[in-house]
């Protein structure tokens, strides 16, 4: 670490970016290459070398997704409370590094216990490295959306890269390759945070860090630590059993609920509104990726059934089911740079539209989109297969919602929390999306055809009928945000 360096230095950098951001992009990069090659194999693993079934699998792969989210919640408090930020990544890291060895050994016997000590590794890294991006900045800073968006890229290139190439080493070598490349890149990611930690001044640092009983209280760490590894049977129990899952759900959101309106009724006025603000952008988000995760989920069925591999010239034919999971991460790695000039752009002429309309903006995309896959029906031949271009246009358009609302929403957690509570905001963003997974799953089963004996042009027309109720609700949702737009912007107060 370099002593000398100052907050005030690293924050009043020169051009488009802090140069530290660029290490969190890389180690974020790597962690989420991680996790998306993880999240990629998932399912088919499940069906085809655990021989579950298919609902089985789903039911299972919900659980697991929305555990990971749910963990940030508990990373970020005991970020903000103990450990720090990079105390939490360093070790949250670790685990998932654990995790991922112990599936490389034997994925199947020793399956549950690795996806445990993934889901709490990224409960530590996850939250946190996102609230340290927003540390680079001054709370005024208009750059700070461009830098969010840049780091999404990052993120985005993770997940494409681990998002193919870990199911490819799976299906053609070994599953015991796959899951080992995800450890080895998650040791990459850690060395390169702990490698930036020279830069990183002041940041990050333990909140007791500095104060007179940081010796005598430097167990605190090691409880958490400990805590870490003990709740780790119960995690295995919790997952493997779904209908555990359900009772974990009914119950953790009404719990952060609780422990966020204490935390408000302790701060001050201007403070709790604007964490009265960030409530309602997160309560927005839960329907936003409750929308989005159809891609996890009944999108990967339709591309499955309704849709044909496209042949390049006749050089090489594209997966329907590789389109719909690497598309939407393309689009972003083109757009997202894009995007974080031109709100830079209107930010100079003053035009740079606010958060709450930009989350607005984001739903109206999202209700084009969803429509755009209800329009694949009007494309489709007579027995139910349809335009793989019309499918990939829809997910382009969802692109653009995506980035109008969830780097927006990593950056407006940090300017909107107050500086003890950054990590659990950052938490209580990222518990949202357990939500909006655990929702998706349960309104992509009440679209599937009700028929024992569906044909696909059945399931396209009950798949399509579900996505045309989404862009409704979507719209829906958006005219509200932008109705209530004044109010919120006046619960934010300077915040943009
Ligand atoms: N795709 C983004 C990521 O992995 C957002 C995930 C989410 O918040 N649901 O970071």
């Known amino acids: 670490m370099n002593p000398q360096l100052e907050l005030s230095q690293i924050q009043t950098f020169e051009g488009k970016y802090p140069k530290q951001l660029w290490w969190l992009f890389f180690s974020e990069m790597w962690e989420r290459f991680s996790f998306y090659g993880m999240r990629g194999v998932l399912t088919f693993f499940m069906v085809n070398q655990l021989m579950m079934s298919e609902s089985v699998a789903n039911l299972q792969y919900g659980a697991t997704q929305a555990f990971v989210y749910a963990f940030t919640f508990v990373g970020g408090l005991f970020a903000d409370k103990i450990l720090g930020f990079r105390r939490s990544l360093m070790w949250g890291g670790l685990l998932m590094i654990i995790g991922s060895l112990i599936l490389a050994v034997d994925p199947k016997d020793y399956f549950f216990i690795g996806i445990a000590f993934n889901i709490v590794g990224t409960g530590f890294f996850k939250p946190n490295i996102s609230s340290m991006v927003g540390t680079l900045y001054k709370d005024d800073d208009v750059r ?17 890269l681990g998002g193919y190439l870990c199911v490819y080493l799976g299906k053609t070598y070994s599953w015991n390759l796959a899951f080992g490349l995800t450890a080895i890149v998650m040791t990459i990611s850690v060395a390169t945070f702990a490698f930036s930690q020279r830069y990183l001044g002041p940041i990050g640092l333990s909140p007791r860090h500095g104060q007179p009983d940081e010796a005598k209280t430097r167990w605190y760490d090691w409880a958490t630590y400990a805590g870490s590894l003990a709740i780790i049977p119960v995690i295995i129990t919790m997952v493997s059993k779904t209908d555990l899952t359900d009772y974990f759900m009914y119950t953790i959101g009404p719990l952060t609920l609780i422990y966020v309106g204490y935390e408000m009724a302790r701060s001050t006025p201007d403070e709790r509104k604007k964490l009265a603000a960030a409530m309602v952008f997160i309560l927005f988000s839960i329907i936003f990726w409750a929308f989005f995760e159809q891609s996890g989920g009944s999108l990967s069925l339709f591309a499955a059934n309704n849709l044909e591999p496209y042949s390049v010239f006749g050089w090489f034919s594209i997966d329907p089911n590789g389109v719909n999971n690497s598309s939407n991460s393309l689009f972003v790695i083109i757009f997202a740079p894009l995007l974080g000039l031109l709100w830079v752009a209107l930010a100079a ?148």
Do not use: H
């Open 144 to 160: 700070r959306d461009a830098g969010f968006s840049l780091f999404y890229s990052g993120i985005n290139v993770g997940a494409l």
């Open 349 to 496: 002429r003053k035009r740079e539209p606010n958060t709450v309309v930009k989350f607005g903006l984001g739903f109206l995309f999202l209700a084009a989109a969803f429509w755009i896959f209800f329009a694949t029906r009007f494309f489709a031949n007579e027995k139910g297969i349809t335009s793989l271009g019309v499918f990939t246009g829809a997910y382009l358009v969802i692109t653009f919602g995506e980035l109008c609302l969830s780097p927006i929403g990593l950056s407006i957690m940090t300017k909107l929390s107050p500086k003890k509570l950054q990590g659990v905001m950052m938490g209580m963003w990222f518990l949202a999306s357990a939500y909006g997974q655990y929702a998706a799953g349960l309104l992509g089963a009440g679209m599937t055809s009700p028929l024992p004996e569906a044909t696909p042009l059945d399931k396209l027309t009950s798949y399509t009928a579900g996505y045309q109720q989404l862009a409704l609700y979507a719209l829906v949702a958006g005219v509200v945000l932008l109705a209530i737009s004044p109010l919120v912007r006046k619960l934010m107060g300077e915040v943009k």
